[in-house]
Nanobody, 127 residues
Framework: QLQLVESGGGLVQPGGSLRLSCAPSGFTFSSATMSWVRQTSGKGLEWLASISGEGRYTTYSDSVKGRFTISRDNAKSMVYLKMASPKFADTAVYFC????????????????????WGQGTQVTVSS
């Protein structure tokens, strides 16, 4: 059964740092493009970053480029999102996903939250 479990969220001050983790299971992880998506209160889903199966290629949205870093450890079947210099606008619930097509990497697909994405992890940026 496909499952994605996010963790590592919490309260962080502007300018601080936080690392989110995702533990996927139920599919061939090492060949899957993995992505991070977030949902803010009252707003829709926003794609943030993706990483190719072998970890060679990454891509970011303009809103997080230069501040967030996506990475993966295929030996441990883990995906990470390092948040540096967070802003108040980064407050959201963060999800990892294995079925998102990032811009320029294939035929665009509507961004729709899946049950397999799990509950996500809440990140609150506050001073």
């Amino acid at each position: 059964q496909l499952q994605l479990v996010e963790s590592g969220g919490g309260l962080v001050q502007p300018g601080g740092s936080l690392r989110l983790s995702c533990a996927p299971s139920g599919f061939t992880f090492s060949s899957a493009t993995m992505s991070w998506v977030r949902q803010t209160s009252g707003k829709g889903l926003e794609w943030l970053a993706s990483i190719s199966g072998e970890g060679r290629y990454t891509t970011y949205s303009d809103s997080v480029k230069g501040r967030f870093t996506i990475s993966r450890d295929n030996a441990k079947s883990m995906v990470y999102l390092k948040m540096a210099s967070p802003k108040f606008a980064d407050t959201a619930v963060y999800f990892c996903a294995n079925d998102v097509v990032p811009p320029g990497w294939g035929t665009p697909q509507p961004l729709i939250r899946k049950e397999s994405w799990g509950q996500g992890t809440q990140v609150t940026v506050s001073s």
